[in-house]
């Protein structure tokens, strides 16, 4: 855990985190979210900032492999760790299938809920494969299947306002099927 | 160009690109995260400040004081605008709110300070330590309690209609009709939740003013903005090249803009602000609550005698009325007809455009309406609707709609969804513990046609470059104005650049309205004509009888390569359509045929809708991808507007109380099941040389009482104020055995 400094800014800390690949070090005020951290400081600008509160997954990233609201969590709580963000799933020369898909699927429209819902399609696709369970698993000692409704449970935390979900859904069950 | 007969044949009718599915050009953008949103702009501008927008805590009144001395004092801190030291900001277009300025307290959460400081988390936190203090009046919130203090009031949209709109004697024909309804019906407050909130940049140098926002109509922001600041229209450049949604709320400036220019202007340094999400639904916009009557009368054929439609919501002084018998005066045929609106007074966030105004909260009642009088009359709703088709403006007869064909949309839709199979005895149908019904309704959605102009250039490596200050809001502009450059000068789609959203650009219709992407596109095909006709001149042809296809430029037997007319230098065309009276001959509309299945669970009142399908009747359609993703969007928008959204007023402080994401609920993907859409393939060659028509909000019109439609059917309960949540349905549910 990153301690505060002596000198600098009052309250301020210092996070080490590997962020797409690459370490970064940051001194930030403590009061500042991982979002704030990656957009305003990293500018990386790919994970959006829906509502700053935890009601909309905008902000999902993936942290040590794990989604979450970036705006629900300080950057100083996530010292040594390891962060991917839209950017470091993919570039426009060279997507991640789940980036492709969404493309061939038409799964946006105005792209701003976007970078969230492919970092949890992202994570979900994971979730199913380590055989982590929802709210919609019937059986809990049976693998999970990514179905129609485990699909739409687990990505429910993603709102679409532009309403792509139809799309969405079939985006993320080609690549599935695919893998 | 200057459209004022019907199209003939065009080169757009060749359809290689247009009209064909095309995945977004800037669909890569998109899902990297690298398309920069307004308050992103770190490309444009180093080091910016960061304002903070502090909203009124009372709904009506006036600020008699503010104590900024603390928040002043506060690490940090730049600077804290107060509402009282600024002069109140003239109105925008399309509005009646100050955003900022002066001692008036006129809605919740309206501005009343902005705090500027060197990063976000100072400027938040210095928010909280000033001291307001208001001298509060009663606020009048709640709509049912206003209404009889309602006025009649005429549509902005509609002033050729008279105030009261009558036809023949509704009286006489309902007392005369043998079958009859006269109900209620309850729509409510909505906001758009667009995804992206309200986020504007602004940077001044030597007196000029640029901004990077969120807007939907370049022009309209910038001019409200200009006039705001008393600045020349010149001396502000506005940037808008993507938009995290709007739905009509950012049709019209919002305070962000205004308070980020005046932020920066007080720092001396770049400010960005954005709205704070549970700002959002008291500072900006609403979709106005109504209260609708609906009075049908019909003979026993079903053939409607009397329409009678009267709608009351409530708005700020000056304000304009919601229009929700918009669609009635076209949708069906009645010799006897009464419309009418009345305007109450309620101290609320201004209501105002959101996605299909009017027609949305008016289908979502007539539609029900027609549902329960097919059900009295015996006859089914499906055929009821094609009864009571009107091909001319029933209050004018000779005046024919261009193209209508919500009847092949009806029928088209009854055969493709199973709707023989839907059994007419409410409350009949079970799978396991659902009970199962199946809805339909009818949409409608004006056509309309605004000026709008394009800037084209042939390159000398042979790419098209096209400009214009349209905007892409998820609406696929990008994608349709380059294949409608594409198509019109015979290259592949890949050969264009699209540069949009920028006020040094053309101006054109931006985005509402549905009136963005027909407008837009035959503004290009304006300017894409006079290229032609310059390449033309260049190779020495005739533009008459000269084909563009496959980079080559053709007439007879004679060709040449397109690249060789700018071998001297880039050819630029510039052009913009307007629009003669063809809107005034004829009726021009889109047309839509909605249907849902709903599940209900018999022990809770719980609802699933199980599937959709929707067919469209909106001309050419230009993307059938990108077309369709504004269908499912819109007919989610309807799944929200059915069964769950509404924005619940606070009636002791005056103000909507689930003012974020987390209180207004909103469809997820747990609520939408796979949705279907047809589109019929009508051209229209009256609206535009493109043949096109809206199709951004056909698709939720009647889609909320499609499924409200369908939860009768499930349950045998009808519900007549929206949203049908279950603790409306839980004391009528059907006896469970
Ligand atoms: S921005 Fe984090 S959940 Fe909305
Ligand atoms: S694409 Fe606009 S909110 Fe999802």
Redesign the pocket.
């Known amino acids: 855990m990153a301690r505060a400094q002596a000198a600098g800014t009052m309250g301020s800390v210092v996070v080490a985190l590997t962020v797409n690949d690459e370490r970064r070090r940051l001194d930030l005020d403590s009061r500042v979210t991982l979002?704030d951290a990656l957009r305003e400081h990293l500018h990386l600008t790919g994970t959006?900032?829906?509502?700053?509160?935890?009601?909309?997954?905008?902000?999902?990233v993936l942290v040590n492999g794990v989604r979450i609201?970036?705006?629900?969590s300080l950057a100083a709580m996530h010292d040594g760790d390891v962060v991917t963000t839209i950017e470091g799933l993919g570039r426009p020369d060279r997507l991640h299938p789940v980036q492709a898909a969404f493309i061939a699927h038409d799964a946006f429209q105005c792209g701003y809920c976007t970078p969230g819902q492919i970092c949890s399609a992202v994570a979900v696709l994971a979730e199913v494969e380590a055989g982590v369970p929802s709210h919609a698993t019937g059986d809990l000692t049976a693998p999970v299947t990514l179905d129609t409704s485990e699909l739409r449970e687990r990505m429910s935390a993603n709102i679409c306002r532009c309403g792509a979900y139809s799309n969405i859904a079939e985006a993320v069950a080609d690549v599935a099927g695919r893998s | 160009m200057h459209f004022d007969t019907s199209a003939g044949r065009n080169p757009i009718d060749a359809q290689t690109i247009v009209g064909r599915p095309h995945r977004r050009i800037d669909g890569a953008l998109k899902v990297t995260g690298t398309a920069p949103y307004a308050y992103e702009r770190h490309d444009a501008v180093a080091d910016p400040t960061y304002g903070w927008i502090v909203g009124a805590s009372i709904a009506r009144g006036r600020v008699t004081r503010i104590d900024a001395a603390a928040a002043r004092a506060a690490p940090g801190v730049l600077a804290v605008l107060t509402t009282l030291e600024y002069d109140a900001a003239p109105p925008g277009f399309r509005t009646t709110l100050t955003l900022f300025g002066g001692a008036e307290v006129r809605h919740y959460h309206q501005a009343v300070a902005l705090v500027v400081a060197g990063t976000f988390e100072e400027a938040r936190a210095a928010a909280h330590l000033l001291r307001i203090d208001y001298d509060s009046e009663p606020a009048r919130c709640d709509l049912a309690a206003e209404a009889p203090k309602s006025e009649p009031i005429a549509d902005r949209d509609g002033p050729d209609y008279p105030v009261v709109d009558r036809i023949g004697d509704v009286e006489a024909a309902l007392a005369a009709a043998p079958v009859t309804l006269d109900e209620s019906y309850g729509t409510p407050d909505q906001t758009h939740a667009m995804m992206e909130p309200h986020a504007t940049t602004a940077a001044w140098r030597d007196g000029k003013l640029t901004i990077w926002t969120s807007a939907q109509v370049v022009s309209w922001h910038r001019n409200s903005l200009a006039q705001a600041l008393g600045l020349a229209k010149e001396d502000l450049r506005l940037e808008a090249p993507f938009i995290g949604g709007g739905f009509g709320s950012k049709l019209i400036m919002r305070s962000d803009a205004l308070l980020a220019a005046l932020g920066a202007k007080a720092v001396g340094r770049p400010c960005k602000v954005a709205l704070q999400?549970p700002l959002i639904a008291n500072n900006g916009t609403r979709r106005a609550g109504t209260i609708q009557r609906i009075r049908l009368g019909a003979d026993r054929d079903g053939r409607l005698t009397a329409i009678a439609h009267h709608s009351v919501n409530g708005n700020l002084p000056g304000a304009f009325a919601e229009a929700a018998v918009a669609p009635t005066r076209l949708i069906y045929a009645a010799p006897n007809r009464d419309l009418s609106m009345r305007l109450a007074t309620l101290d609320l966030a201004e209501g105002n455009d959101m996605r299909a105004p009017g027609e949305a909260p008016g289908l979502m009642a007539l539609e029900i309406a027609m549902d329960e009088m097919a059900e009295r009359l015996g006859i089914d709703p499906v055929a009821f609707r094609i009864r009571n088709d009107t091909q001319v403006d029933p209050r004018r007869p000779q005046r024919r709609f261009s193209e209508r064909h919500l009847i092949e949309c009806l029928e088209l839709g009854a055969d493709r969804f199973g709707w023989a199979r839907r059994n007419p005895v409410p409350g009949s149908v079970s799978d396991g513990r659902w009970l199962v019904g199946m809805g339909v309704a009818a949409g409608f959605r004006q056509n309309l046609l605004m000026p709008s102009g394009a800037r084209v250039r042939l390159e000398q490596d042979g790419r098209l470059s096209v400009e214009t200050d349209m905007t892409d809001i998820g609406t696929g502009s990008y994608t349709i104005l380059a294949q409608t450059a594409a198509e019109m000068m015979g290259v592949p789609i890949e050969a264009v650049t699209v540069r949009l959203g920028d006020s040094d650009y053309p101006e054109a219709a931006g985005s509402g309205g549905q009136f963005g992407a027909n407008n837009a596109t035959s503004g290009l095909y304006a300017a894409c004509t006079t290229l032609r006709a310059t390449v033309a001149a260049r190779l020495g042809f005739d533009v008459e009888d000269v084909v563009f296809a496959d980079g080559m430029v053709t007439a007879g037997r004679r060709s040449a390569p397109l690249l060789d007319a700018a071998k001297d230098g880039p050819l630029t065309a510039e052009d913009r359509i307007t629009y003669g009276d063809l809107d005034k001959e004829f009726v021009q509309a889109t047309f839509g045929a909605q249907f849902a299945e709903v599940a209900v669970d018999r022990f809770t009142g719980e609802m699933r809708v199980r599937r959709m399908l929707a067919v469209i009747d909106a001309g050419r359609v230009l993307n059938p991808l990108t077309a369709r993703s504004q269908v499912i969007g819109a007919m989610t928008m309807g799944v929200g507007s059915a069964l769950m959204e509404a924005l619940v007023v606070d009636t002791r402080h005056g103000f909507f109380i689930n003012h974020d994401?987390g209180g207004y609920e909103v469809p997820v993907h747990a609520d939408i099941p796979h949705l279907d859409v047809v589109f019929l393939d009508h051209p229209d060659p009256v609206s535009s040389p493109m043949k096109a028509k809206g199709i951004g909000e056909i698709g939720l019109c009647g889609a909320a009482a499609a499924v409200a439609n369908a939860v009768h059917n499930a349950t045998g309960i009808r519900v007549r104020d929206y949203p049908i949540t279950l603790d409306k349905l839980l004391d009528r549910l059907p006896r469970v055995a």
């Open positions: 979002l959006k900032k829906g509502c700053d509160h935890g009601h909309c997954g905008a902000c999902t609201n970036a705006c629900l | 999400r994401l």
